[in-house]
């Protein structure tokens, strides 16, 4: 393909993706397909020839498209949001045309300094403190990491560093592998499983911290774990605050969590993966407060604010504690502004060593919506989530299971966990609209999610009308069932 047919067939492709975003909701939300369905539809190995554009155009409809589910449909309501916007792809288009590895400030200057004035917008939207931004001379600073898990998992391992260096100018005696076995990191019981992985990766031990019967952590909650496991000799390093489970979207008390950190020398770092887009609203910022007391915080854009995925921002306030833990300069890396104190090389921020020019996404988004596009965005899907939480409450069969604050409601037929399983398994066999269910305790719950951009009321009042006929249906056969035995 020269340059004068990838002009005809990118036009093409545009115009391709323009019309299932534009019709998307025409489209079955989830596939038909059963597992193994491709392989029989692709040849066995690659051809030795190559095909013609049309040849693999015309096979988008016939292969890929049944088995995809589609996220950005308005009656997918599973999971969280994916974002996804028109400023976004075109960006994504730039990115790859570019097709930089932006590990070092020499390797394409702007694809890193873009991405520091990025997150220092970012965080300018949500009012973090000022210690969390580079500016010209401070020293935290933002990163574009992948997801949310490997911002935890860099967060962790920059704390287990700094505590095995700490341990050690302290009592000189004791191994690193000796302070490997005692370090422990912490968790709210509702935290993403994320979050346990990232212990798993890094070899050190992680208890769950009971949360109260908001399904948040209190700080007392934490003390208690902590000065049981500090008196049988361990050492508390890394607290992983929630906020907006993924469950139900609680959040972790951090005005309690927070001063405790700080006093017992614990790295807190706090996941907002889902909600922190909600914060650029004055009127949900509340939430956030604690986060003065945090050592990194991040969020994910490629959730809740139109920009597609990958793009998780994550704060330091001290950018020499990441750096402290990955860095390594082979000489082939190695250019001669990178003493100069202006330079940010992010390979030594993140776990890979290559990255994509991420913060031009950001950057068409943030342009192109303003902070005001964005805020409406937020506030259009909380007004839908409580529209959806109405309706749920006017039915006397139905119980709402955790309070509602963003985009989430969690739900479930009054009855047993059986007869919610029944009813989760209706919804999603009939694949007008697609839901994904959590447990609350013992409790078996439906979680309804408000994900699509272009979602509107008409769409929730259809998903209640169909949830509602479903769970008709089935207590009807459930209570015909009962009698029977």
Aim: hydrophobic fraction near 40%; aromatic fraction near 10%.
């Amino acid at each position: 393909m020269d340059a004068a047919e990838f002009r005809k067939r990118g036009k093409e492709m545009v115009d391709y993706v323009a019309d299932y975003l534009e019709k998307i909701e025409k489209r079955q939300v989830i596939p038909d397909v059963e597992p193994g369905y491709l392989r029989p539809l692709v040849a066995d190995c690659a051809p030795q020839d190559p095909e013609s554009f049309d040849d693999v155009f015309k096979d988008i409809e016939k292969i890929i498209m049944p088995g995809v589910t589609h996220w950005h449909s308005p009656y997918f309501f599973a999971y969280f949001p994916a974002a996804s916007s028109f400023p976004a792809l075109l960006a994504d288009m730039l990115c790859g045309g570019i097709g930089c590895v932006g590990f070092s400030w020499a390797a394409s200057p702007a694809c890193t300094e873009l991405e520091t004035v990025m997150l220092d917008w970012l965080g300018k939207m949500v009012n973090l403190p000022e210690e969390f931004l580079a500016g010209k001379d401070g020293q935290g600073g933002g990163v574009i990491q992948g997801s949310a898990s490997e911002a935890t998992l860099v967060a962790l391992l920059a704390a287990r560093t700094k505590t095995i260096r700490q341990v050690q100018s302290e009592k000189p005696e004791l191994t690193e592998t000796e302070i490997m076995g005692r370090l422990v990191a912490y968790a709210s019981d509702q935290a993403h499983s994320s979050v346990e992985r990232a212990a798993l990766i890094a070899a050190v031990k992680i208890k769950n911290v009971p949360s109260d019967d908001t399904f948040s952590v209190c700080g007392s909650a934490l003390k208690k774990v902590l000065d049981e496991d500090k008196a049988a000799g361990l050492i508390p390093f890394f607290f992983c605050a929630t906020l907006g489970t993924t469950p139900c979207c609680s959040f972790d008390k951090l005005l309690e969590l927070g001063p405790i950190c700080n006093k017992e020398n614990i790295w807190m770092h706090i996941d907002a993966a889902y909600a922190g887009s909600a914060f650029i609203c004055p009127e949900f910022r509340h939430l956030l407060n604690g986060v003065e007391f945090a050592d990194s915080f991040n969020f994910n854009p490629h959730k809740w604010l139109l920009v597609n995925f990958d793009c998780s921002a994550m704060w330091v306030k001290k950018r020499s504690d990441l750096i402290g833990a990955f860095k390594l300069e082979p000489l082939y890396l190695q250019h001669h502004h990178q003493e100069s104190g202006l330079v940010t090389d992010y390979r030594h921020w993140q776990i890979p060593l290559g990255r994509r020019f991420r913060s031009l996404k950001l950057w068409f988004v943030l342009r192109m919506y303003g902070v005001k596009g964005l805020q409406e965005h937020i506030r259009k899907h909380i007004r839908l989530s409580h529209q959806f939480e109405r309706l749920v409450l006017q039915d006397e069969r139905f119980e709402i299971c955790a309070e509602v604050v963003l985009g989430l409601v969690c739900f479930r037929l009054k009855g047993s966990n059986e007869l919610n399983e029944a009813l989760l398994k209706s919804i999603n066999d009939a694949k007008k609209i697609h839901l994904v269910p959590c447990h609350l305790r013992e409790k078996f719950v439906l979680r309804f999610a408000i994900c699509s951009r272009t979602v509107e009321s008409t769409h929730i009042k259809f998903a209640w009308q169909h949830i509602s006929q479903l769970a008709t249906d089935l207590l009807k056969t459930w209570e015909q069932n009962h009698h029977q035995q």
